[in-house]
């Protein structure tokens, strides 16, 4: 099966602090991959590089084939990247967010793809507001319709579903799960062991910036895992992933 992404000897360094650390991993095209790992383990920049949004202080990062430290322009048209930044220009609207990126991916059916989508994603009633008066859940809504827009082969997501309500969430993992029937390879963090398990079919550990796991969940009991978990990153026994 092809490689979505590969990554070899990936070392990030800010200052002195190492976020990653001669990390080499493999992901293949079409998977479903959860990112778990304490806070400071490096998921987010593992994220960013591969977004290329930062660039990594050493090693190789290659996304379908390409170099992605070196030609990042070639293969940002296959990327999309949900992070803690909406990337969405707070006095316009979800609508005129969404034209916007279009144009810049130019984009055939601009208007009827950008309404498919605010219907999709339950925006209709909030599509014309700027999106500085919007909730946190809308505004993750709109910026999963910008990450979803183009219709990406990869799509990276750093805490999704961090701060959504019930029907927010619910509305998110629905619109992952179809975008990964259809063949698209999903690699989000989270900190929640539930959503990893229902999303996901395959998880990565990462514990001070370097790999400590990665496997299959499919299968897996997930109290197994749990304690596999708090063994890799030396938790107390009584700590718990959140639900």
């Not at 080499?24 to 790992?37: H, P, S």
């Not at 029907?167 to 179809?178: N, Q, R, W």
Request: charged content about 20%.
């Amino acid at each position: 099966m092809a490689a979505a992404i590969t990554v070899g000897q990936l070392s990030k360094r800010f200052g002195r602090t190492r976020a990653l650390e001669d990390l080499n991993l493999r992901i293949d095209a079409g998977a479903a991959v959860a990112l778990f790992g304490p806070n400071g383990a490096g998921k987010t920049t593992f994220l960013r590089i591969c977004a290329t949004l930062l660039r990594p202080t050493g090693g190789s990062v290659q996304l379908f084939g390409i170099d992605a430290v070196h030609e990042g322009a070639a293969i940002r048209r296959r990327l999309g990247f949900l992070g803690h930044e909406s990337f969405l220009y707070p006095d316009l609207s979800p609508t005129e967010n969404l034209i916007f990126y279009a144009r810049l991916f130019h984009l055939r059916d601009q208007v009827a793809r950008v309404d498919a989508l605010i219907q999709r994603l339950d925006l209709v009633g909030w599509a014309h507001r700027p999106v500085r008066t919007l909730s946190r859940g809308l505004i993750q809504r709109c910026s999963l319709a910008r990450a979803l827009l183009h219709e990406p082969d990869l799509i990276l997501l750093d805490e999704p579903f961090s701060g959504l309500d019930v029907h927010a969430a619910a509305a998110l993992h629905d619109v992952l799960a179809e975008a990964h029937r259809q063949g698209t390879t999903i690699v989000m963090s989270t900190h929640s062991l539930q959503r990893g398990f229902d999303l996901c079919s395959s998880a990565v550990v990462l514990v001070r910036g370097q790999l400590a796991w990665h496997g299959s969940i499919a299968s897996v009991d997930q109290d197994q895992f749990v304690a596999r978990y708090h063994h890799l990153t030396h938790q107390p026994a009584a700590a718990r992933m959140a639900p």
